[in-house]
Each structure stands twice: as C-alpha cells, then as structure tokens.
C-alpha cells in the first residue's frame, strides 16, 4: 500500500511539473505576458453584450481596455448569469460552462460563478506551481493519504448545488484529478449526503482511520478546528463504526458509501478523554507533514491555535484564492502573483490609480481587478494586499484584510481599521477575538451599536467575564472616538456605546449563525469586521443585580 501511494504521488509530481516550469519562465516577462492574456481574452469575449456596450474586440489594446471597460462588481453580472443559466446561447464568453460554483459573501446571499473550461485552465495553471513546490518543500507528503477539502454547503441548498459542490479536486484537469483523486482520504462522494453533518460524520470516520495521513489542505482554521472538536464529539460513535465497518446509525444516509475499518484507530478514539490535546492528534496522524489553512488577518490566532492542536506538521498559508479567482499562491516560502492565470490589475489604495501588475511597487497596498476565462470582466475585488516583494519580475503580496466595511449611522468603519484596532488591543492569552459585529438590534440601548464577540479558553467567574468584557469595550470604544465619523455619531446620540459579549463557544455559535443565513461552512471567515442583522450570534449574560444598591 505504501509502494501503491509513493507511485501516485510520484505521478502527481511529475503532472504538475510542466505547470511550475511555464510558471517559473514568466519570471522575467510579467508585461508580456499580460498583455497575451488580455488578446487572447478579447478574442473569446468578442461580440458579447458587454464587449458591444463597451468597444471591446479581439484588437483591444491593454490601454483601450482599461480606458474603456467601467469596474465590476457581482451585481453587475447577477443578471448575465442568471439569464446564461436559463439560456446557455447567451454567453459571457466563448467557452462551454462546466459548473456554476456557489460562493458567499459577508452579507450571506450565495453568488454562482460560472466555471468555463477556459476558467478551468486559468485555475489549473495556478494550482499546478502550489503543488509542485508544496510536494518539493515538504517531502513527507510525497506518500500516504491527502486530505483536500470540501466546503460544506448549507443541508437546505443540497438540491440547488448537486454537481456545483466546491471541492478542491474539481479546480484540477480530469487527468490530474484523477491521480489525486487516488490519494485522497475522503472520498469526494460525501458530498452527495443528506446533510452537512452526514458529510461531516463520513469526513471525520475516514480521516481518523487514516495513521497514513500526511497533509491537510483547508480554507478556514475555524474549519479545522471544528473537524477536531467534532471528532471528539462523536468519537465513541466513529470508533464503533471503524470496529464494526458499518456506519451504524447513519447507515441510512451514507449506506451508499464505502465504511472505513480501523481498530487500532478506534482504540484510540475510545481512550481518548475528548480534551483537544497535540499528544493524542500526534497518536492518532503520526506522519502528518504539512496544513495548509489561511493565516493572515483573522486568520492568524486560529490558525496558530490549529497548528498548536497538530504540532507535528509544517504550516503553510494560503494564498488570495477566491471563487471568483486566484491571485496569489504559496511559492517559494512567499505569496506570489499567478500570473499566468487571469488578467490582473490593481487599483492603489491611497492614490486610487489602477495599474498594470508590472508597475507595482514595494510598500504599495492594492486592491485586484480580476478579468478571466468565466467571462467577468475588470472584476474588483473587496481584498487588499501589500506588495511585499519580487520573484524575477513576479509581485509577492500579502493579504492585509478585507476592503469593505459597515456605515450604520455615517460612521463609515472599514474592515481594515477594525482589524487594526483590534491588533492593537492588549489581549489576555485566554482571549481571542471572533469579529466585531456592526448590530442593529439587540442592544440595550435600543440603538446600533457594535458589538465585540470573544472567546474564552479557560472557565472563568462571572465577575471575572464581566471585568473583561467592560475593559475590553472601554478601551475599542476610546479608539472607535478617535475617529471622527463615529465620533459624530455618538455625539448624535445616532450609535449606542461598544459592548463586548465573552463566551467559551463565541466561535462555534458565530458559525452557526452563519451557516443558517446559508454562507458556505468551509468557506466562512472569522473576519475582523461584519455587519449584522437579527439577533446576536450569542446573547449576552444578564447582569446580576447588585443587592447593595437595591437598598440604597
């Protein structure tokens, strides 16, 4: 069996290599480059309603078409791919749509993004560098099981999304996916169970019964995290399924699926007390080598509480990879523009001119404009990246947060002042912050008011909660006044003063939340900044009355 792995590994490394060498070879010809990729995406959008309205052709220099083709957002194409969906002679580009993949934004309301096969190629030829130099720098995945994730969409939507389920396969060529496809501990066919937690149970069966498992590749940490929480949730259940080879009580919902069978792994699940420990995941995955998770902004504590958990594995980052597109990969220990994938440009955040990638420069902070093989053209993006180096004439850039942000009452808070005010916050070690929340309702004012959601790590007195979450709010709210829209807007009595609700499952009720607003589990962020309507994720503790005062 082990031969068997090394063998399909060694077949994917040697798939991917032609992808690194063209990716390597645009070191030292980015403008070139660009500019081909822009005709050649001329060519395949000529004679579409847009390229008509806007005088886009096949001729179509870089400067016509960043003189001439306004910024884009989704709502610019909701109605196009909507009318494609129902028409398919109606294109957005000369390319045969594979798949409409869901995605979710800030505000929860689920975007479809055609995935063409020319989009496909697109996303190919980024994936293939990442891997090649994931398999180079971290020899001990080049055997055993691979773990790519699914992103778990919503039990209600399972209809709506069967054969548009984001895996991460699905971003390879047929043949490639093929080989990974053989490598893989969980099987892709999960997808296809009832519900979230089916899929889940199944993901979580296979993983533990995988000693052979040597890389993890997730989106979210908080995703991660929650695998290794479910798994001691449900572990005596997943050790009697891995004893017996039947999956018991889910037999009915996931029958159709091969069980897995692993004694000594259920041995271990029943030994296990449920304390999330890195001595009992070192038992478990001895051989894992390397997760790959977000962890830059948000990311970053959970993601240094997940490779904590997993201390075993190297950890690498991910790159700025959306459903909309790719615009940076891991590479060379850096995050490195694909250039060979889309066509790129970014609009400077403090001079708010947009350029071309090859005039970028050290220091600058830059939002992409995306134009790919989907048929979305000079699509902007809400990420900003700091351009952080150079490989050859390659830009390295790293992610800094989001671009948006929230304006209840004129406040205008953006998701990257959150972020940084939150940074500068002198956190306790048993405190982490899960987002701040702009709520319009549920605040003891009766007013918006933002709310601050934290998580605890250790039982704490109520007394104790109650201090840190006044301390905590006092010190957000002094640096919110330094603003001087909020400002205004407390002055004008227009925004409640900032709270902060401490709970030891902030996280998981956060996500919940989300998920039943129907964002894609896998996918969700824990982001600096998000606005929020209803009723808060966890309610706050009601403070006890103080006996003292009632007899004054």
């Not at 996303?123 to 699914?150: F, K, T, V």
């Not at 498992?213 to 949730?233: D, R, V, Y």
């Not at 304390?275 to 240094?304: C, G, H, K, M, Y």
């Not at 902007?380 to 180096?389: H, Q």
Request: charged share 20%; proline share 6%; hydrophobic share 40%.
């Amino acid at each position: 069996m082990k031969r068997l792995s090394a063998l399909a590994h060694g077949l994917i490394r040697a798939s991917v290599q032609p992808g690194r060498h063209s990716f390597d070879s645009n070191r030292t010809s980015l403008q070139r480059l660009q500019r081909e990729k822009l005709t050649s995406l001329m060519k395949a959008v000529e004679g579409t309603p847009y390229a008509k309205a806007h005088g886009l052709t096949a001729k179509a220099s870089w400067e016509h078409f960043a003189g001439n083709a306004p910024m884009t957002n989704y709502s610019d194409w909701a109605g196009p791919i909507a009318e494609q969906q129902d028409k398919p002679d109606c294109a957005l580009i000369d390319s045969r749509v594979a798949r409409y993949q869901p995605t979710s934004g800030s505000t929860s309301a689920v975007k479809w993004i055609p995935y063409t096969r020319r989009f496909l190629k697109e996303l190919d030829a980024a994936i293939c560098p990442w891997i090649s130099d994931m398999y180079r720098r971290h020899a001990g995945i080049r055997s055993g099981a691979h773990y790519w994730s699914l992103s778990w969409v919503p039990t209600e939507m399972r209809a709506q999304t069967q054969g548009h389920i984001n895996d991460d396969m699905k971003l390879l060529s047929s043949g490639k996916r093929w080989l990974v496809g053989s490598t893989q501990a969980v099987p892709d066919a999960v997808s296809l169970a009832p519900t979230s937690d089916d899929s889940l149970f199944a993901s979580l069966a296979y993983l533990a019964a995988r000693r052979d498992l040597t890389a993890i590749s997730i989106w979210s940490p908080t995703f991660g995290l929650g695998l290794l929480e479910k798994l001691s949730l449900w572990r005596k259940e997943i050790a009697a399924v891995l004893v017996y080879g039947h999956w018991c009580s889910h037999q009915g919902s996931l029958g159709y699926l091969p069980c897995p069978e692993s004694e000594a792994a259920a041995d271990l699940l029943l030994d296990w007390d449920g304390e999330l420990s890195a001595s009992f995941f070192v038992n478990l995955w001895p051989r894992l080598a390397l997760i790959s998770a977000w962890d830059t902004a948000a990311s970053a504590p959970w993601a240094q509480r997940l490779q904590a958990l997993l201390p075993q594995a190297a950890f690498q980052g991910k790159g700025l990879w959306a459903t909309e597109g790719v615009v940076t990969i891991p590479y060379e220990n850096d995050f490195v523009l694909a250039a060979g994938s889309h066509v790129y440009e970014f609009e400077d955040t403090a001079s708010k001119l947009v350029l071309p990638p090859w005039q970028l420069e050290v220091g600058q902070e830059v939002v992409p404009i995306l134009s790919t093989g989907s048929g979305l053209l000079r699509y902007r993006m809400n990420d900003v990246l700091k351009v952080t180096g150079f490989k050859g004439q390659l830009p390295a850039m790293r992610f800094m947060g989001r671009n948006d942000g929230t304006d209840m009452a004129g406040e205008k808070i953006s998701t990257l002042l959150a972020q940084k005010l939150l940074e500068n916050i002198d956190w306790p070690s048993d405190l982490k912050p899960i987002a701040l929340l702009a709520a319009e309702q549920g605040c003891q004012t009766g007013r918006p008011a933002y709310v601050l959601l934290v998580e605890t790590e250790v039982e704490a007195t109520s007394y104790w909660r109650r201090r840190q979450e006044k301390d905590l709010a006092q010190a957000l709210e002094r640096a919110l006044l330094d603003q001087f829209h909020y400002l205004v807007a407390r002055n004008l009595n227009q925004l409640g003063p900032v709270r902060c609700i401490i709970h030891p499952d902030a996280r998981r009720h956060y996500l919940d939340a989300c998920r039943e607003r129907g964002m894609i589990e896998g996918n969700i962020k824990v982001e600096a900044l998000r606005h929020w309507t209803g009723a808060l994720p966890v309610a706050p503790a009601l403070a006890k009355p103080n006996p003292l005062r009632a007899l004054s």
